[in-house]
């Protein structure tokens, strides 16, 4: 049974919602005794824990809001099946300077070979440092767009679009954006100019966007923009998926009957 003061500590953290203190409490106490800490050392461990899960539940919530396909970790990346990818400047942008002074990142290579694992581990990293970060594949977000022109709230959609301050737009390339979609497109990656970062995945080309957009003077628009502050980060290496596939001998090696 608690005694009345313990009970009053409880009702206490709980009441101004410190629920991590509140569920340990008890050992925390103990420990404090055990170990005759000063207050300060007390009052130190008790903060530290709220303040420990308190960070952890708002990484959980952010990392469901960015909508993530997958979760990739910088950590988990294969960098020796990639040799064409510098592990130093991906340690760097981990850092996440680049979403501070609003500068974007852009992946280009072919499927598979990790460009997406990159993105989503940068966003990963941008939560876990604060920043609010959304994932969209590029067809959805022109569609999101588009549908918004349509219903006259376009405002308001950019307007969502443009304030995590990492915005991820992947695949830009597998799907054609017909003409009015890459107007759309241009205006949202215009609102976030030198105010917001962007890192993208292409698999296509910057000299083959005027294909993907069907206008080369739209595409030269959206590229002066993207790439005024950048850095581009060119993948030649081979797919993972295929790599698996070969691992588990789904597919033949080159060279096998």
Avoid at 44 to 59: A, F, G, M, W
Avoid at 97 to 107: C, D, G, H, L, S
Avoid at 130 to 152: C, D, H, I, M, P
Wanted: net charge neutral; aromatic share 8%.
């Amino acid at each position: 049974m608690e005694s009345p003061q313990l009970e009053k500590l409880h009702q206490h953290l709980s009441r101004l919602k410190l629920y991590g203190i509140n569920d340990g409490l008890e050992t925390l106490l103990q420990d404090a005794s055990k170990q005759e800490l000063s207050y300060a050392d007390f009052m130190e461990r008790l903060l530290d824990l709220e303040v420990s899960i308190k960070n952890e539940k708002q990484i959980s919530m952010h990392t469901s809001l960015a909508r993530f396909p997958f979760i990739k970790t910088m950590e988990a990346f294969d960098f020796d099946f990639q040799p064409s990818v510098d592990r130093k400047k991906m340690l760097e942008l981990a850092g996440c300077v680049f979403i501070e002074r609003a500068e974007n990142v852009i992946f280009l290579g072919p499927p598979g070979t990790g460009k997406t694992h990159l993105a989503v581990a940068l966003g990963m990293k941008a939560i876990q440092r604060g920043y609010r970060t959304l994932f969209v594949s590029a067809a959805s977000v022109v569609v999101a767009l588009t549908k918004a022109y349509a219903e006259n709230r376009l405002e308001e959609k950019l307007k969502a679009f443009t304030i995590p301050k990492l915005l991820i737009i992947d695949e830009i390339g597998y799907v054609p954006v017909d003409t009015h979609g890459a107007h759309l497109l241009f205006q949202l990656i215009s609102r976030r100019y030198e105010k917001g970062s962007i890192v993208l995945t292409s698999n296509r080309g910057f000299s083959q966007w005027g294909e993907i957009f069907g206008d080369s003077i739209i595409a030269t628009a959206i590229l002066d923009r993207l790439l005024h502050h950048s850095m581009v980060i060119n993948i030649k290496g081979e797919s993972y998926r295929l790599k698996e596939k070969l691992k588990a001998g789904l597919i033949p090696k080159t060279g096998d009957e």
